[in-house]
Nanobody, 124 residues
């Protein structure tokens, strides 16, 4: 099981930007994709973005399309989420996750490894 550690969260004003990072404990031959999910108080965990590890193809949740960019550095075994034009509704704990097989990358239950989360708060 891979250990995932998120960082880069914080407090930002509406319209601002943050970049989140997710460092994996070790490289893996079996990783297919990684993704970002978020969860606000009282709400279900929501799909944000995902990227296939080898090919780099991306998917985004409708609420973040055009504002967030997911990327990865294979050599550093690190996942990133660049968040621009942040709005108060983006406030949540952001989690990175990893999966070993393909399919619908937006399905939370198909991810086997999860980080502890990093808090993002956007003020108005």
């Amino acid at each position: 099981q891979v250990q995932l550690v998120e960082s880069g969260g914080g407090l930002v004003q509406s319209g601002g930007s943050l970049r989140l990072s997710c460092a994996a404990s070790r490289r893996t031959f079996s990783r297919v994709a990684m993704g970002w999910f978020r969860q606000a108080p009282g709400k279900e965990r929501e799909f944000v973005a995902a990227i296939t590890w080898s090919g780099g193809s991306t998917e985004y949740g409708n609420s973040v399309k055009g504002r967030f960019t997911i990327s990865r550095d294979i050599a550093k075994n690190t996942l990133y989420l660049q968040m621009d034009s942040l709005q108060p509704e983006d406030s949540a704990v952001y989690y990175c996750a990893s999966r070993r097989y393909g399919g619908n990358l937006a399905v939370l239950g198909d991810y086997g490894d999860w980080g502890q989360g990093t808090q993002v708060t956007v003020s108005s």
